[in-house]
């Protein structure tokens, strides 16, 4: 991880985490369904030499074989020191009004919007956790290559004290 470059100041997951150590709180899903994919991309670059070598057109996903539960996500980063209480959506919001100049609060606060039916209405396209309850069809992929993508928890601390 590049520590220093424009690029990870503008990305979009480093500023969810950036935010979320800002606020050194975050709101629990309810649902526990709320997930995004995280695909490492060393394991998914095998996956595509596999089907270049493979020669069979198709389409072909490319995603972890489980995706990340926000919920696990925010004990990680309660583990990891990173924010410091779990609490209720409710609660959680109108502590994001203190940082209304915070960039990245602010991503935190759109990227989180699935728990909030009005904001979601306004600014899906900038929920984090898209891939909730969608699970792409490997069978493609599983049928070339014996390449699995998956996450562990030690990668995503990476990225989460970065």
């Known amino acids: 991880l590049n520590r220093s470059s424009d690029l990870d100041l503008k990305d979009f997951l480093g500023m969810f985490f950036r935010g979320a150590k800002t606020m050194g709180v975050l709101p629990y899903d309810t649902s526990d369904a709320m997930a995004v994919d995280v695909t490492p991309i060393d ?4 996956v595509v030499a596999d089907i270049i070598q493979s020669g069979n057109p198709g389409v072909y996903h490319i995603a ?3 995706p990340l539960n926000y919920n696990h996500l925010c004990k990680l980063m309660q583990r ?3 924010i410091s209480d779990i609490v209720d959506y409710n609660q959680w919001l109108p502590r994001t ?3 209304a100049e915070n960039a990245d609060v ?4 759109m990227a989180l919007c699935r728990m909030d039916a009005t904001l979601f209405s306004q ?3 900038m929920d984090l ?3 909730t309850n969608i699970r792409f069809d490997m069978a493609n992929t ?7 993508c998956s996450y562990d928890d030690e990668l995503i601390r990476l990225y989460i004290l970065q």
């Open 43 to 46: 394991q998914a670059s095998h």
């Open 64 to 66: 972890s074989e489980h």
């Open 80 to 82: 990891e020191g990173v």
């Open 97 to 99: 009004d203190r940082f």
């Open 106 to 109: 602010q991503a935190l606060r």
């Open 123 to 125: 600014m899906r396209y």
């Open 129 to 131: 956790f898209q891939t």
């Open 142 to 148: 599983h049928a070339t290559t014996r390449q699995r």
